[in-house]
């Protein structure tokens, strides 16, 4: 009976530590969260008021864009412009999307339609350093709306940022439904040779938690009031760390996104200008060399 006791009071105490092994060693993360997951709802004082979703004819999927403008060197014009990746305009078997709203606050009453494109691609495979797109709507919206203000921000100057306490935000929201949010505490992060893009400067890679349905979304640095896009969240081509449900692992590429600068950047700068261009042809492929863009 003693015998019996001691093998059942040996068996707890097993148990009993197992079951504190369990609480000591931290949990795996899910997809694209890094640590603890800081997502929430955006708030007013996030200045992210013009991040929306762009709902198109053809495709249940709802990617992220937002509002930019750059009033110190653009007249405010009578439209207005939006940034968001290249995928947003693919639709099921590589079908280009023409028939796309962008829906403020992911709210269908607060609709424009998007007359004009340029993008950095379609057909992304082995191209997903340029999956980006800048589109025009056919209409100003409200000017209390937060537009941010495109901003070149190298690599390193974006970990030096980062390293001195900057403010980094991801906007966008969970499987292709609202509310729309941020993730903060977070932002670019140095390379290392392990990574897919380590020696490809167009994209950031960045720790900002994140799951499917936040493609497009602006990462954006936060300074002195202003609220600066630096890159726009792309998943595309990534998905061995964009399964829901996959720890992220050291080993994989982390979550990218593609920097303003170069084609994108020249890009957003012409369309600030001029807005859509007087002719029928309602997308275009920008040109890596500078030259005339061609019909999607």
């Not at 709802?62 to 995928?87: N, W, Y």
């Not at 004009?116 to 350093?129: D, P, S």
């Not at 056919?138 to 941010?148: K, N, V």
């Amino acid at each position: 009976m003693h015998g019996t006791d001691g093998a059942i009071a040996k068996a707890m105490r097993a148990a009993g530590l197992g079951l504190l092994i369990l609480l000591l060693v931290p949990a795996p993360s899910a997809s694209n969260i890094f640590g603890n997951d800081d997502r929430r709802d955006i708030r007013p004082d996030d200045g992210m008021s013009g991040v929306g979703t762009i709902v198109c004819e053809g495709t249940t999927r709802r990617p992220v864009g937002a509002l930019i403008a750059d009033p110190e060197r653009h007249v405010v014009a009578r439209f207005d412009v939006i940034v968001t990746v290249a995928h947003a305009f693919v639709g099921p078997g590589g079908s280009f999307l023409t028939d796309c709203e962008f829906h403020v606050g992911a709210d269908a009453t607060r609709a424009a339609r998007i007359t004009f494109l340029k993008t950095g691609a379609v057909k992304l495979y082995r191209n997903w350093h340029n999956d980006w797109a800048v589109a025009v709507l056919d209409r100003r919206l409200p000017e209390a709306l937060d537009r941010l203000v495109p901003r070149v921000l190298g690599e390193a100057d974006a970990n030096t940022l980062r390293a001195n306490g900057a403010t980094f935000l991801l906007a966008g929201h969970n499987g292709e439904r609202g509310p729309l949010q941020v993730s903060d505490k977070c932002g670019p992060m140095p390379k290392r040779f392990s990574d897919l893009n380590g020696f490809d400067q167009r994209v950031f890679n960045h720790d900002c938690d994140m799951m499917p349905g936040w493609s497009g979304g602006p990462l954006v640095l936060r300074e002195k009031g202003v609220s600066y896009l630096v890159a726009v969240n792309s998943t595309q081509l990534n998905a061995i760390t964009h399964i829901s449900g996959r720890p992220y692992n050291g080993r994989m590429n982390p979550n990218t996104a593609v920097r303003v600068d170069g084609p994108f950047r020249d890009v957003i700068e012409q369309v600030l200008r001029t807005g859509a261009p007087g002719t029928s042809v309602a997308c275009l492929v920008a040109s890596a060399e500078g030259g005339p863009g061609l019909p999607c």
